[in-house]
């Protein structure tokens, strides 16, 4: 069993950012991939970035490339999303996610999910 618990939402003008963390219970957090997800209000969840249970891989979302940047520290069971250059349709609540030894991007593919955080970008 994982537990997952984000923090780091809040609200921010647009061009702004905010770095995410996802910290996990656990002994066994470096043979999880981590997930970051997004749902806005009236839309579907989607994935935003992942990262290999080893951390050589990592995936972003076309929409996030270049802005968002995942990263792993599991010395501190811990993920971190840094967003950059933020934009109102970043506007989400965002999930982490984890799957064991599995790297996927469908929301599917993830055992453990935590709460969410809202991230508000204000224009």
């Known amino acids: 069993q994982v537990q997952l618990v984000e923090s780091g939402g809040g609200l921010v003008q647009a061009g702004g950012s905010l770095r995410l963390s996802c910290a996990a219970s656990?002994?066994?957090?470096?043979?999880?991939?981590m997930g970051w997800f997004r749902q806005a209000p009236g839309k579907e969840r989607e994935s935003v970035a992942a990262i290999h249970w080893a951390g050589g891989n990592t995936y972003y979302a076309d929409s996030v490339k270049g802005r968002f940047t995942m990263i792993r520290d599991n010395a501190k069971n811990t993920v971190y999303l840094q967003m950059n250059s933020l934009k109102p349709e970043d506007t989400a609540v965002y999930y982490c996610a984890a799957a064991r030894y599995r790297f996927a991007l469908a929301a599917a593919a993830y055992d453990y999910w935590g709460q969410g955080t809202q991230v508000t970008v204000s224009s």
């Open positions: 656990g002994r066994t957090f470096s043979s999880y991939s």
